[in-house]
């Protein structure tokens, strides 16, 4: 995480769960596509078709 934000900032990884499950929300009308969680690693955006 101190790769992405400055270790002073107040964000944490509760932020990006946060902005993840919006960006599922707005892609659940679409069948084709996916973002699921990678254990270990983090996410990743699947073509399901």
């Known amino acids: 995480?101190?790769?992405i934000?400055?270790?002073d900032s107040d964000s944490?990884?509760?932020t990006?769960?946060?902005h993840v499950?919006?960006?599922r929300e707005r892609f659940r009308?679409?069948?084709d596509f996916e973002i699921i969680t990678v254990r270990g690693l983090g996410?990743?955006?699947v073509r399901l078709c």
Do not use: C, F, G, S
Request: avoid cysteine.
């Open 5 to 7: 934000w400055d270790p």
């Open 16 to 18: 990006v769960v946060v």
């Open 29 to 31: 009308t679409n069948p």
């Open 12 to 14: 944490d990884e509760h």
């Open 43 to 45: 996410y990743k955006a």
């Open 21 to 23: 499950n919006r960006l």
């Open 1 to 3: 995480m101190d790769e």
